[in-house]
T-cell receptor, first 112, second 110 residues
């Protein structure tokens, strides 16, 4: 089954802890993205990567870090420096030479 | 700065009552306009990509249209399973970034 998977579905974190959200795709897509969704706001871009070992900051990268060591994987780390980390996090991927992004099921992060 | 405004914020329809959702946009050279459907607690599901004014695309009860300033998502004879939040997004030419609207929450009542 081809698709984009995100894990875990729900994640709880204590203040001061770093957590890593997983995003994997087996669609052979080149580009991958991380967004954050908050109530009453549109999706906001955190980081994106167009090829392996390369990534760029989006609009709200502060307090987040990513890596792209494999084409299939684009994990997002939410660090303790992120002031308001509670949100719904969405990973997306995009086939080469197309403009459409396809989304995973999301991870809901709650900071206790 | 690219902007996307969706209206109304929420829409309640009776089953079978057709209507339209609006997406107004400001972008420097439109590369593509996207419509997604999002169910509560889930990731957005891709519906349509539109590239140029006058373009139309259909899928079941949904039809998306595009002008130079806005896009409409027409819903014909909606069913309760069409209840969801519909997101509009735009991408400017030459840029990877996509700008999303807040969405229209549609509720279809049996």
């Amino acid at each position: 089954d081809g698709g984009i998977t995100q894990s875990p579905k729900y994640l709880f974190r204590k203040e001061g802890q770093n957590v890593t959200l997983s995003c994997e795709q087996n669609l052979n897509h080149d580009a991958m993205y991380w967004y954050r969704q908050d109530p009453g706001q549109g999706l906001r871009l955190i980081y994106y990567s167009q090829i392996v070992n390369d990534f760029q900051k989006g609009d709200i990268a502060e307090g987040y870090s990513v890596s792209r060591e494999k084409k299939e994987s684009f994990p997002l780390t939410v660090t303790s420096a992120q002031k308001n980390p509670t949100a719904f996090y969405l990973c997306a991927s995009q086939p080469d030479r197309t403009d459409t992004q396809y989304f995973g099921p999301g991870t809901r992060l709650t900071v206790l | 700065e690219d902007q996307v405004t969706q209206s109304p914020e929420a829409l309640r329809l009776q089953e079978g009552e057709s209507s339209s959702l609006n997406c107004s946009y400001t972008v420097s050279g439109l590369r593509g306009l996207f419509w997604y459907r999002q169910d509560p607690g889930k990731g957005p599901e891709f519906l349509f990509t539109l590239y140029s004014a006058g373009e139309e695309k259909e899928k079941e009860r949904l039809k998306a249209t595009l002008t130079k300033k806005e896009s409409f998502l027409h819903i014909t004879a909606p069913k309760p399973e069409d209840s969801a939040t519909y997101l509009c997004a735009v991408q400017a030419g030459g840029y990877q970034k996509v700008t999303f609207g807040i969405g229209t929450k549609l509720q279809v009542i049996p």
